[in-house]
């Protein structure tokens, strides 16, 4: 998925920000990173207030679109489609 969304070579001076998690956490992923010129960026840990924007965004996307609603898409893509067009909205 990380080579999918970052298809450039090289993105110099570039910040990926995220929390805590595991999948955060692993060599693999900060070695990937470093090889597209990518610094990553975690909050502190059991600090949502570090991210708060993006933790509120998407608790309101997940109560909006996905909780009760987990049996309506019946594909990835036309879930990806609707989370497109829901930021888009």
Excluded: P, V
Excluded at 65 to 87: H, P, R, V
Aim: charged share 25%.
């Amino acid at each position: 998925m990380l080579e999918q969304a970052f298809k450039e070579k090289h993105y110099e001076n570039t910040i990926l920000h995220s929390d805590q998690g595991w999948q955060y956490q692993h060599d693999s992923y900060h070695r990937f990173l470093e090889s597209k010129g990518i610094q990553a960026s975690m909050s502190r840990k059991g600090n949502s207030q570090d991210n708060g924007r993006m933790e509120s965004f998407f608790g309101i996307l997940k109560s909006e679109m996905f909780y009760g609603y987990e049996k309506t898409f019946k594909s990835l893509n036309q879930l990806e489609q609707a989370i497109i067009d829901y930021i888009d909205y």
